[in-house]
């Protein structure tokens, strides 16, 4: 009796299993996806849970959480070596002369051809005046000073093509001169570890044509170049704001869209962390000497601290194989990648001299997926003058500052009450132990950079009262959209959707403006990354922002401890669409997470 | 600087070096240490654990020298009675539909395996008739294994969340797949349920030959989800 029910049981249980197989095949027949099952209620109920349930009931055996493989970096001596102060590209001639769309003729200096692209929008506009070639390829870098013994790594980096210097570079501009630069793939099919030799140079921060925006999708191989058309205007030129005036001067667009610290990185759909943390990262900074704004000069404009006084720092937190001394990467990590030893422009724990004056620091989080907040050692404030590379309205005095992924604060330092022979530390004191984000704990300082004060030099900057007001919102609302930022079994969504590379996600109308809402749920930050123009916050949670977020941005933390200790879960930003059309992103800068599709695309069209 | 002279050797540019420091004291320089200098065959196998573990065919196979070593791979974690929202078969589902889209390349060069979270009940007869219930056609492998064994492996290949409450939760480790080409050290990975399409798009796009992305907008607008 006992043995006929078990028999007829099984015989049950396997008919039902059968009858679940058959309505996967015809699932898997009619392309259904998982959103229009669930609506159909197909899968939840139905024979098929049961039958899946009888073949045994489930036992979770995942008690022991051993927290996985630590790598411990060799050992470092730090402040020996200088900080490396970026290399100024030096202007060229480009041979064959750039050309509207992809040049026919192979290039002089490395013989590659231009990669297809659509043709630069707005050329004839904005002809290139200056031009900048480089060229990716590896080059043999030391992290470590030569008294560890620590052998060099093989990086992949921009190296200037008429000197050979290496990265990371920085390309000075100025408004009303529009640039060029080419950007030659020289890099080869063996990566040694990780990496791939496919590359889109995105211009972060940059208002410029969707060709040259170097989004994830537009990358191309080695052996290819192509030229970035970056026409250095204010937005608002071809739409609400054909033209402006600051200081007496009239120029085309907003005055008050002036940039100031931009940079440059590789893009790479899937392998933006692994070719970014190889070193393909560079500067690029705007002056606005045409309206007498931020100059370069300290006698001139808001006479900001300039010219050896303007440093530009890159942050990047590393890992090196302990058993090589090499670079390493960690390929199997989807939460985001720590390393344990600071890198500041490519090298660990560097010293700078300074002398007895003030200074401009340009601070760029360059990720992977670290939260700095920077202290002084002293407990002396910074003055922040600009968020995400844009003036602010006024300084903010500050003690500290934090910055995510892509996220950059320029501050001005003053070390006129110093005494020649200190030592002063910039120090990061943010806790974070994991890809999910910062703890929001305020911890004991690692030292970063080591300020050694070395004399006097005469000092014309001033920190001023003002700096450049915000651009005009009252324009009307065209749209407004939202995008939860959500994570499901492991994986990223956009608004419950996962990324499609053929899937254009809103098609927001050339020249005008709509209001976006960003939320996150807990347990997680993303910086939030918007390309094609810079943002201004308008709430957090409801509430305005923080002084030191009214500004113009172009990243913004969301999700856990984004401000403070504080999770905020819904941001709403102010954005417009201007001045060109085409794709663009919108992405989480943590950049293992966008390397695993945190993304979505949106088209501005006519 | 000629095209030559640039394409000749690698700059062994240093950084910049400006500061004209006063040299300061230092500490004696150390012993140097005897850095290893592995082969990228030996960095290749250093990378990926080489455990054992059984195939759904009943066949004994080491995880590095017979399914990774040299070949083209898609790898996701799942187990058979996953029930909830039916993620697993649902993804089973959408891979199906990738081996149809890679047609022939499954078995030659490309490779999808589909390892268990659940080996004490997945067993070899389980996984086989859970792969025939879904007509999976050769090339593609369901593979169980010691317990411990394939939670070190899951771990290894980065299939783990942060919170511990939440990485004991078999269905938070089901959504990746994982993508690589072994021998030029290439991987990646995506959301499973991304579209069939698209996986077979990003695979392509990492290989040297492969197909590329257009460089203009989709031609096929989809609708707007904002």
């Not at chain 1, 408004?175 to 950007?183: E, L, M, S, T």
């Not at chain 1, 989807?334 to 001299?353: A, M, R, T, W």
């Not at chain 2, 697993?88 to 490779?111: M, S, W, Y």
Request: glycine share 10%.
């Amino acid at each position: 009796m006992k043995i006929e029910i078990v028999t007829s049981g099984r015989k049950k249980k396997e008919k039902q299993a059968e009858r679940y197989m058959q309505e996967m095949r015809d699932i898997v027949k009619a392309g259904l996806n998982r959103r229009e099952l669930l609506r159909m209620g197909l899968v939840m109920g139905g024979a098929g849970a049961a039958a899946l349930q009888g073949l045994r009931n489930f036992k979770p055996y995942w008690a022991h959480a051993d927290g996985g493989v630590g790598f411990h970096s060799p050992p470092n001596t730090p402040f020996v070596d200088p900080l490396p102060i970026p290399f100024t590209m030096q202007p060229v001639t480009l041979n064959p002369a750039p050309t509207k769309g992809p040049n026919p003729v192979s290039s002089a200096v490395t013989g590659f051809r231009e990669t297809a692209r659509p043709d630069h929008q707005r050329w004839e506009q904005f002809l290139p005046v200056e031009m900048y070639e480089s060229v990716e390829k590896p080059v043999e870098h030391d992290f470590y000073p030569d008294i560890d013994g620590v052998p060099p790594s093989t990086i992949w980096t921009y190296v200037e093509a008429s000197t050979g210097r290496a990265g990371p570079l920085w390309i000075r501009s100025r408004y009303g001169k529009p640039v060029v630069h080419r950007v030659h793939n020289a890099l080869p099919p063996d990566n040694g570890g990780f990496g791939i030799n496919q590359t889109s140079t995105h211009l972060h921060g940059g208002h410029v044509a969707s060709e040259s925006d170097g989004g994830p999708t537009h990358f191309y191989d080695a052996n290819l170049f192509k030229d970035y058309h970056y026409p250095n205007v204010r937005a608002g030129f071809a739409s609400n704001v054909p033209e402006s005036t600051l200081n007496g001067r009239t120029v085309p667009g907003d005055v008050f869209e002036t940039q100031g610290f931009l940079w440059f990185h590789d893009h790479r759909f899937d392998f933006t962390s692994q070719n970014v943390y190889k070193g393909l990262v560079g500067f690029y900074t705007l002056f606005s000497d045409d309206i007498h704004l931020d100059t370069g000069d300290e006698t001139s404009g808001l006479r900001l601290p300039s010219g050896e006084f303007d440093i530009p720092m890159v942050f990047a937190d590393k890992t090196f194989d302990p058993s090589t001394g090499k670079l390493f990467f960690d390929l199997f990590n989807l939460d985001g990648v720590l390393g344990d030893k600071y890198s500041v422009n490519g090298k660990i724990q560097p010293y700078l001299e300074v002398k007895r004056r003030k200074y401009r620091f340009r601070l760029l989080d360059g990720g992977p997926s670290r939260v700095y907040e920077f202290f002084l050692s002293t407990g002396q404030s910074f003055i922040q003058i600009a968020n995400d590379g844009n003036l602010s309205p006024r300084p903010v005095f500050r003690r500290s500052v934090r910055i995510g992924v892509a996220e950059r604060i320029d501050v001005i330092v003053d070390f006129s009450d110093a005494t020649v022979g200190d030592r002063i530390y910039l120090q990061n004191r943010l806790e974070q132990l994991d890809g999910r984000g910062p703890t929001g704990k305020i911890v004991a300082p690692a030292d970063l950079v080591e300020f050694r004060v070395v004399g006097d030099a005469v000092d014309d900057s001033v920190v001023p009262v003002t700096l450049l007001d915000l651009p005009d919102r009252n324009v009307p609302i065209a749209k407004r959209r939202e995008w939860k930022f959500d994570r499901s079994n492991g994986a990223w969504v956009v608004n419950g959707a996962f990324f499609d590379p053929d899937v254009i996600s809103a098609f927001p109308k050339q020249n005008t403006a709509e209001i976006w809402t960003f939320t996150s749920g807990g347990g997680w930050y993303h910086p939030i990354h918007f390309h094609l123009e810079e943002f201004q916050i308008l709430s957090r949670d409801g509430a305005a922002p923080p002084v030191f977020e009214v500004g113009r941005k172009d990243v913004v933390g969301i999700g856990e401890n984004a401000i403070g200790n504080d999770n905020i879960g819904e941001t709403r930003v102010f954005l417009q669409f201007r001045d060109f059309l085409g794709d663009y992103p919108t992405h989480c800068h943590n950049t293992v997470h966008e390397d695993h599709a945190m993304m979505f695309r949106f088209e501005v069209v006519p | 600087m000629n095209r030559r002279q640039f394409l000749g050797g690698l700059a062994v540019a240093a950084l910049g070096s400006t500061g004209l420091a006063s040299v300061q004291t230092q500490p004696a320089p150390r012993d140097k240490k005897s850095f290893a200098e592995p082969t990228g065959e030996e960095r290749r196998r250093s990378r990926i654990l080489n455990i054992a573990l059984r195939t759904h065919e009943g066949k004994e196979v080491r995880f590095y020298d017979d399914l990774i070593r040299g070949k083209t791979v898609l790898i996701n974690f799942f187990y058979t009675h996953c029930v909830g929202e039916a993620l697993c078969p649902i993804t089973t589902a959408n891979l199906v539909k990738v081996q149809e889209l890679l047609g022939h390349r499954v078995g030659q060069d490309v490779f999808i395996y589909s390892i268990t979270l659940d080996p004490h009940h997945d067993t070899p007869d389980v996984l086989k008739k859970y792969a025939r219930g879904f007509r999976v056609k050769p090339g593609w492998l369901f593979l169980t294994g010691a317990k411990d064994d394939i939670e070190t492996l899951r771990r290894s290949l980065g299939i783990v969340d942060p919170d511990p409450a939440r990485d004991k939760d078999p269905s938070q480790h089901i959504g990746m797949v994982r993508y690589g080409i072994e021998p030029l050290e290439r991987w990646a990975s995506c959301p499973c349920l991304s579209d069939a399409a698209a996986i077979v798009k990003y695979l392509a796009w990492m290989e040297p030959e492969g197909k590329r992305p257009s460089p203009w907008p989709p031609k096929r607008p989809g609708a707007s989800k904002g």
